[in-house]
């Protein structure tokens, strides 16, 4: 007895038809409905928002805004406060990122033990992670006190005379970034460790029995291994850096002299003290630029240290 296929219920003949390769279920796209609609409400909309606001002269108690064009970058351009936050900004990038890059690896090599003082100690230092930066700039402004302070305890028992580095127009910014530093060091240090356990033992194992010394081990197993995490933890830190604004007003606000004001600073001044939304605008466009173009150029640099390692290999 046979059975045709006419015969046989509509979903059985759709299940015996050979699924043609390629054919996009749109119902899949539910899934990431959700997603799709608020990465578009909170960012896609607030940057083509901002974009517009940039391009027009805003004003925020009669609602009024009148499109003037790049009129607002052009007096950006000529702005000396501007020029200054931006050339803070950078080099607090510059200051911190390589140090939450070195030390991170360096604690993660020394941590990465399994005992009771490893586990004690990591615990210390990501302690500071987690603290606001209220309670870390009140800290920090106690210990740089000119004359009660402990750096000026310690310059007076060296004799020395004291010094506060945030009233320095040289050492207000650098200060800063020692703060940064001493305050998000475990993430780093936290992501290396994380990395550091993924390696496997055999490979050291290998080492030590070609003799191979530490830095040997390092600059030939570790390092290689961790490629990836460094290039993690590098645009990371960019990205968060380029957003330095809590320790600046809190310890300098700015100054002295505009020595240690950064951009996102800038822009908030700007905007929520001048009411220049549009001028404000203009200036979060140019950091969301400078954010790009050093997370590209990071980026392309990570790739092209693993494509020469990979040809040197």
């Keep these: 007895m046979t059975t045709t296929l006419s015969a046989l219920p509509a979903a059985a003949r759709a299940s015996s038809q050979p699924k043609v390769k390629g054919v996009q279920h749109w119902s899949n796209a539910l899934f990431v409905l959700p997603f799709v609609l608020v990465y578009i409400a909170l960012l896609v909309v607030p940057v083509v928002t901002g974009l517009w606001l940039s391009l027009n002269d805003v004003d925020v108690l009669s609602g009024d805004r009148a ?48 005992d009771r003082v490893g586990t004690a100690l990591r615990t210390i230092f990501f302690g500071s992670s987690v603290l606001s930066v209220t309670i870390v700039t009140l800290v920090w402004r106690l210990v740089f006190m000119t004359d009660k302070g402990l750096l000026a305890n310690v310059m007076h028992s060296l004799g020395l005379a004291s010094i506060n580095p945030l009233t320095s127009s040289a050492l207000a910014l650098p200060a800063i970034a020692l703060v940064t530093v001493w305050w998000i060091i475990g993430l780093p240090m936290m992501l290396f460790l994380a990395a550091l356990q993924q ?83 203009a200036a979060a466009q140019v950091l969301f630029g400078l954010m790009l173009i050093g997370v590209a150029l990071q980026m392309w640099i990570s790739k092209r240290g693993q494509t020469q390692s990979g040809e040197s290999t």
């Design 199 to 281: 390696i496997p033992e055999e490979i050291y194992e290998a080492a030590a029995m070609d003799n191979a010394g530490r830095w040997r081990t390092f600059w030939s197993i570790t390092l290689p291994q961790l490629r990836k995490t460094v290039a993690l933890v590098a645009i990371i830190e960019v990205i968060l850096q380029f957003q330095l604004f809590g320790q600046a007003q809190l310890m300098t606000n700015g100054g002295p002299n505009n020595s240690s004001r950064p951009l996102v600073q800038f822009i908030y001044e700007a905007g929520f003290q001048q009411w220049a939304l549009g001028y404000s605008a």
């Design 67 to 114: 499109f003037i064009g790049l009129a607002n970058f052009a007096r950006l351009w000529h702005d000396d406060i501007f020029r200054g936050a931006i050339r803070n900004t950078f080099l607090f990038v510059l200051m911190t990122t390589p140090a939450f890059v070195a030390l991170g690896l360096a604690l993660a090599l020394a941590l990465n033990r399994q």
